[in-house]
């Protein structure tokens, strides 16, 4: 039997055709099956071969997966140590990747995700950086080379998505080893290739001992950032080293507040805060202070450019400090107070203007612990500093204290003297001049007593008299400082105590109330005339009226004045009568009246004396 089926060779050719096709799909997916099966096997062999060739590193990586298709890489259980110390721990990192935009030279990585991380990065002296236990020394460094103008760089890097958790970062510097612990930090969209665009950002940071949240628009590729800082219990005390390295010791304090950061870094780089900051229970100690404690509160902006002559600084707002307490140890003073506040603006070339004001503001001596200053409350209004010279438009203070003295000191005043106001205008004060509109003194109340050894007790608060020495021909010898006032005034009830201790028994005159008016005053120039009106009660009883011209500063004296004394009682001085003739004064009234033109010491006196009911009695033997 004849067959008829007739097998063409183009179909034999199909066939034929098909089938190896069928093959090489067959071979092709079972390579690309064994590639995707062990290209994590290859990543983690070749990122472990890799960290074996780094000098002193020894790398350990539990599982990589990578997707090919997705882009999607996952790394865990990596830990890195150098001599047994972890460089760089991640527990779980994951990183998707789109491949189209390597085309353009973008690298653009859709998300990166960071669970459970540790990075150590080194930035000794004299030693290159170190991060992750790699050594970047300068020559490692990608220095971006010289390109026209609107230029951007061959390859770009981009983010759509960043997310770090649990990331601690410790950074070993010169002065200390500090951990910076991010509980969280997400960012939105950053591009390399897209320099202008805003990222979002939000992060929570653990800082010396307290939080750091911050959250905002930054510009990481870019010439502007704007965030908000909020701090929340800072640890002073953990920066120790850094404060030791300043010359600080023994700091102690925390530090919270909310700031808003505009950073800039065009041609001339800016830095502007503005919010507010609060230190508590500050402590601190110095060479040449110790601060024992004082709380502090700023609220206001502060300016910050860097500029091609060096650094401007402005600073403006209101700073209050509570319950300062410190010791000036150079000069052996000790500053209380219970509140300062200042409200005004500082530069950083000195210039500071505003007004402020303070309360319980007290100046110890430390080593008598006496009393030398204390004011209830001061103010002072419109005040300017800049390079030495002060200018204020009024200083009040109430409430004042002078010279303190010993407790246990019987039938003393417990202080020298008290002012209920004192008020300046116009304070000039600069280039060894200071000057003064007006000072006046309201409710004074002096005690002024001579010892039984002869010398004021006010010079023990003072400084022992310098003795002059002939300066060698190098020296700078400073101009002593001048004083010019158009008007003191002593008023209110003010009164003045004058107690000689030295005799037997102790001299004492009030003179109550008192007033008094000087004008004209200036120590610089000798010759100056000034005009004096003094009226007070000696004892009740007793009247004093001074009026006339005096020239405070000249030598010998010059002056012409007029003085009236009516109805003094002489038994008040006898003490000195009987000092000098052995008698004692049992009664007698003193009426005065002298007018006293001296010229360069030389006097030429015109006085009406009176005595009434003089009356003397002889001291006896025993007395005597």
């Known amino acids: 039997m004849e067959d008829k089926t007739n097998h063409q060779p183009s179909d034999l050719r199909s066939t034929s055709t098909g089938r190896h096709r069928l093959v090489w799909c067959i071979a092709l997916l079972v390579v690309a099956a064994v590639?995707?099966?062990?290209?994590?096997?290859?990543?983690?062999?070749?990122?472990?071969?890799?960290?074996?060739?780094?000098?002193?590193?020894?790398?350990?990586?539990?599982?990589?997966?990578?997707n090919p298709f997705s882009g999607?890489?996952?790394?865990?259980?990596?830990?890195?140590?150098?001599?047994?110390?972890?460089?760089?721990?991640?527990?779980?990192?994951?990183?998707?990747?789109?491949?189209?935009?390597?085309?353009?030279?973008?690298?653009?990585?859709?998300?990166?995700?960071?669970?459970?991380a540790t990075l150590l990065i080194e930035s000794l002296p004299d030693r290159p950086l170190v991060v992750a236990g790699l050594r970047l020394e300068p020559s490692d460094t990608l220095a971006e080379q010289a390109a026209p103008p609107?230029?951007?760089?061959?390859?770009?890097?981009?983010?759509?998505?960043?997310?770090?958790?649990?990331?601690?970062?410790?950074?070993?510097?010169?002065?200390?080893?500090?951990?910076?612990?991010?509980?969280?930090?997400?960012?939105?969209?950053?591009?390399?290739?897209?320099?202008?665009q805003n990222t979002c950002l939000d992060a929570q940071v653990q800082l010396a001992g307290g939080t750091l949240h911050v959250s905002g628009e930054v510009q990481p590729f870019g010439s502007e950032s704007a965030v908000t800082v909020a701090l929340d219990h800072l640890d002073l005390a953990t920066l120790e080293p850094?404060?030791?390295a300043l010359g600080w010791s023994e700091v102690s304090g925390t530090l919270a507040g909310r700031l808003d950061v505009v950073a800039t870094t065009a041609a001339d780089p800016s830095l502007a805060l503005a919010g507010t900051l609060e230190a508590d229970h500050l402590a601190a100690s110095h060479a040449r202070l110790w601060l024992k404690q004082m709380t502090a509160h700023w609220q206001g902006d502060v300016q910050l450019s860097l500029r091609s002559e060096g650094i401007e600084s402005v600073a403006e707002g209101q700073l209050e400090l509570n319950s300062v307490d410190v010791d000036l140890l150079a000069p052996g003073l000790g500053l209380?107070?219970?509140?300062?506040?200042?409200?005004?603006?500082?530069?950083?070339?000195?210039?500071?203007?505003?007004?402020?004001?303070?309360?319980?503001?007290?100046?110890?001596?430390?080593?008598?612990?006496?009393?030398?200053?204390?004011?209830?409350?001061?103010e002072i209004g419109a005040l300017q500093l800049a390079q030495q010279h002060v200018t204020a438009e009024q200083l009040l203070l109430e409430g004042v204290r002078l010279l303190g003295r010993d407790p246990l000191t019987a039938l003393r005043p417990p202080q020298v003297a008290t002012l209920g106001r004192l008020l300046v205008t116009r304070l000039d004060a600069g280039e060894n001049l200071l000057r003064a509109e007006t000072v006046t003194l309201s409710d004074l109340q002096a005690n002024l007593i001579r010892l039984a050894n002869g010398s004021f007790e006010a010079r023990q608060w003072l400084p022992a008299p310098h003795t002059p020495t002939q300066p060698e021909p190098h020296d700078v010898v400073e101009p002593a400082w001048g004083v010019v006032l158009d008007q003191l005034r002593i008023d209110g009830a003010s009164h003045i105590v004058l107690r000689d201790e030295q005799v037997t028994p102790t001299v004492e005159v009030v003179a109550a109330p008192l007033a008094m008016t000087v004008s004209h005053v200036d120590s610089r120039a000798a010759q100056q005339r000034s005009t004096v009106v003094l009226q007070t009660r000696l004892d009740d009883y007793a009247e004093l009226d001074l009026r006339g011209d005096i020239a405070l500063f000249m030598t010998p004296l010059s002056l012409s004045a007029v003085a009236d004394v009516r109805e003094f009682q002489l038994p008040e001085l006898?003490?000195?009568?009987?000092?000098?003739?052995?008698?004692?004064?049992?009664?007698?009234?003193?009426?005065?009246?002298?007018?006293?033109?001296?010229?360069?010491?030389?006097?030429?006196?015109?006085?009406?004396?009176?005595?009434?009911?003089?009356?003397?009695?002889?001291?006896?033997?025993?007395?005597?």
Not at 599 to 611: F, I, K, N
């Open 574 to 624: 006898s003490p000195y009568v009987e000092h000098a003739i052995g008698y004692r004064l049992e009664q007698g009234q003193l009426n005065l009246h002298i007018k006293a033109p001296v010229e360069q010491g030389r006097a030429d006196m015109v006085s009406q004396l009176e005595l009434k009911r003089l009356q003397l009695q002889p001291l006896d033997t025993a007395a005597a």
């Open 150 to 196: 609107g230029s951007v760089p061959a390859w770009g890097v981009a983010t759509h998505r960043l997310h770090l958790e649990g990331v601690a970062v410790i950074v070993r510097h010169r002065y200390q080893e500090t951990t910076v612990a991010i509980d969280q930090l997400k960012t939105s969209m950053l591009s390399s290739w897209q320099p202008e």
């Open 242 to 244: 850094v404060w030791q």
């Open 336 to 378: 209380t107070a219970g509140s300062v506040r200042w409200t005004g603006q500082w530069r950083g070339d000195g210039m500071v203007q505003g007004e402020g004001g303070w309360q319980q503001f007290a100046v110890t001596d430390l080593a008598q612990k006496n009393l030398l200053l204390a004011v209830a409350r001061g």
């Open 72 to 116: 999607r890489l996952s790394i865990e259980g990596l830990r890195v140590q150098r001599e047994g110390e972890p460089v760089l721990v991640v527990e779980q990192a994951r990183v998707q990747l789109d491949w189209w935009p390597l085309w353009k030279h973008h690298v653009q990585l859709q998300q990166i995700e960071v669970t459970g």
């Open 35 to 66: 590639i995707l099966i062990a290209l994590p096997y290859g990543l983690r062999w070749g990122a472990l071969a890799w960290y074996a060739r780094q000098p002193g590193l020894e790398a350990q990586l539990d599982d990589v997966g990578f």
